[in-house]
């Protein structure tokens, strides 16, 4: 049986990315910090919706 460790460019110990590790650590990096604000966006979004159905519904309560 060949084991072929090279198919299309692709080996298990670098990928298919052929640049230095740091540039792939910087994307990596980039990549975290836009998720943990796109989370934070999220959350701070659904705070923000909540507390507006909250005083709405408070508002309406108050009316009757």
Known sequence: ???NN???NWTISHGDYHRQHGDYDKL???GKK???LF????WL???FVTYIVFFKVLA????K
């Open 1 to 3: 049986m060949i084991m």
């Open 6 to 8: 090279e198919l299309y």
């Open 28 to 30: 990596y990096q980039r």
């Open 34 to 36: 836009r998720d943990k």
């Open 39 to 42: 989370r934070a966006l999220l």
């Open 45 to 47: 979004g659904a705070a």
């Open 60 to 63: 309406y309560a108050a009316g």
